[in-house]
C-alpha cells in the first residue's frame, strides 16, 4: 500500500498538534493503475464504508478493518482501495492508495480489507 503525500502530511498534522480528521473510511473503486504518492483520490470509486473495528493495541500499530457484504459487493470488478477521512464518495483526503489484481464479485462474495499502520 502507498502511503501518499495527503496522509503522511495528515499523520503528522494528527501527531504533532492533536488536530486534523482522522480516516475511518475505506474507499474501493475499479481504476486500474499503479498507486503513486502523488494520488489524491481512488481512479474510479464504487463504494466507501466507515470501518468496523479498529484496533490500536500494540504500541506504534492500529488496524483497521473494513467489511463489505455480498449485496454491496455485486457487479463490482473491484481493483483499487484507499483510506480517507470523510464518507462522502469523490471528497476528502485520502491518507493510502493501493492498486490490486481484478476481483470480480458476482453477489456470493464479500469483501473484508485490514488495514495495518505502524509508525517507527
Given at each position: 500500500?502507498?502511503?501518499?503525500?495527503?496522509?503522511?502530511?495528515?499523520?503528522?498534522?494528527?501527531?504533532?498538534?492533536?488536530s486534523g480528521t482522522v480516516?475511518?473510511?475505506?474507499?474501493?473503486?475499479?481504476?486500474?493503475?499503479?498507486?503513486?504518492?502523488?494520488?489524491?483520490?481512488?481512479?474510479?470509486?464504487?463504494?466507501r464504508h466507515i470501518y468496523d473495528s479498529?484496533?490500536?493495541?500494540?504500541?506504534?500499530?492500529?488496524?483497521?478493518?473494513?467489511?463489505?457484504?455480498?449485496?454491496?459487493?455485486?457487479?463490482?470488478?473491484?481493483?483499487?482501495?484507499?483510506?480517507?477521512?470523510?464518507?462522502?464518495?469523490?471528497?476528502?483526503?485520502?491518507?493510502?492508495?493501493?492498486?490490486?489484481?481484478?476481483?470480480?464479485?458476482?453477489?456470493?462474495?464479500?469483501?473484508?480489507?485490514?488495514?495495518?499502520?505502524?509508525?517507527?
Open positions: 500500500m502507498v502511503f501518499v503525500n495527503t496522509g503522511k502530511s495528515g499523520a503528522a498534522l494528527l501527531a504533532f498538534t492533536g480516516p475511518q473510511w475505506l474507499g474501493i473503486g475499479s481504476g486500474s493503475g499503479t498507486a503513486s504518492v502523488t494520488d489524491t483520490a481512488l481512479l474510479s470509486e464504487l463504494k479498529r484496533d490500536a493495541g500494540t504500541p506504534r500499530k492500529v488496524n483497521w478493518t473494513t467489511n463489505f457484504d455480498s449485496v454491496t459487493m455485486s457487479g463490482i470488478t473491484f481493483r483499487e482501495f484507499g483510506f480517507f477521512n470523510n464518507s462522502t464518495i469523490g471528497s476528502g483526503d485520502m491518507f493510502s492508495r493501493e492498486s490490486v489484481q481484478d476481483v470480480v464479485f458476482d453477489g456470493t462474495n464479500e469483501l473484508q480489507v485490514e488495514l495495518e499502520f505502524e509508525v517507527f
